[in-house]
């Protein structure tokens, strides 16, 4: 069944794949996608919010990475978090579901308008 809050993608892709490969690649993925939808604001949604919340967490494990003992420890509780997260974005979008992120989302929401 189709979801009418999913505009059809510009790259030819079905717009529920096309949110699923947002995530794949993590934050690269979305910016590729960010930059070739032209159309649908449901990728484009996926797009950014890849991009946002993957983009952070790869900055937070670089920096964890610095710090000893310490970040380490919570390294090792936030990357199985992280892969959770990343599983349940992609089943969300290949659900056709636009479910935002808290704060996160709204920040996506607009990043995503602006292409």
């Not at 892709?13 to 910016?31: E, M, R």
């Not at 509780?77 to 709204?106: E, H, N, R, Y």
Request: with cysteine; proline share 5%.
């Amino acid at each position: 069944m189709n979801n009418p809050n999913v505009d059809p993608s510009s790259t030819g892709i079905d717009p529920k794949v096309a949110g699923l490969l947002c995530y794949v690649f993590s934050f690269v993925s979305g910016i590729i996608f960010l930059v070739i939808e032209k159309r649908s604001s449901f990728v484009k949604f996926h797009a950014a919010q890849s991009l946002i919340v993957f983009g952070a967490l790869t900055l937070i494990n670089i920096i964890l990475g610095f710090i000893p003992i310490i970040g380490t420890i919570i390294s090792f509780i936030l990357v199985p978090l992280s892969f959770v997260l990343w599983i349940v974005l992609m089943l969300l979008a290949l659900q056709g579901k636009q479910t935002k992120l808290p704060i996160i989302g709204d920040y996506a929401e607009q990043l995503s308008r602006s292409f």
